[in-house]
């Protein structure tokens, strides 16, 4: 697989940083960047971001791979793995029981889903300036064009729009 761009990595890092500054301070758990997240012996993936509930971080036991299911996990779509992150995995993810999948998409949407028994129900689409509050962490606001290095051309283009 080609290895993310500057772009995703920024989106990536910041977003880690937002969710364990909520994370850690709450004692929710923790979350990871890039780990190998064995969904069962023969499905593996390596999502951008992983989130364990401190109920569930014993699935990280070893520090090698997560074993079962994230309680959510957070692709940044690129170019080259848009196709596989909206479909392969999304029924991967569902099908072995992730409670939360996020979609960060190259035009500053993010897409949350909650895994139901009827499949995935998508529960939030929302473009910048909207905030974006999770469900899974009630209290938290996310700036997505702050998070993804677009504010001020976000705001730029509000202000031509006006």
Do not use: C
Not at 6 to 13: D, F, M, N
Not at 29 to 35: A, P, R, S, T
């Amino acid at each position: 697989m080609a290895r993310p761009r500057g772009r995703h990595q920024k989106i990536i890092g910041k977003l880690y940083t937002t969710l364990s500054a909520h994370i850690e301070p709450n004692k929710l758990g923790d979350v990871w960047f890039e780990v190998e997240v064995d969904l069962t012996p023969t499905r593996t993936y390596v999502p951008d971001l992983s989130y364990l509930t401190a109920e569930h971080l014993t699935r990280f036991e070893d520090d090698i791979a997560i074993q079962g299911p994230p309680d959510l996990v957070v692709e940044v779509l690129s170019p080259s793995t848009a196709r596989r992150d909206k479909f392969h995995k999304l029924m991967a993810y569902q099908k072995t029981s992730v409670p939360w999948y996020w979609l960060i998409d190259e035009e500053l949407i993010i897409i949350e889903y909650k895994n139901t028994p009827e499949g995935y129900l998508l529960t939030q689409a929302v473009v910048p300036p909207d905030p974006f509050s999770p469900q899974l962490f009630p209290g938290l606001v996310i700036n997505l064009a702050e998070l993804m290095g677009e504010l001020e051309t976000v705001q730029v283009e509000e202000d031509q729009h006006e």
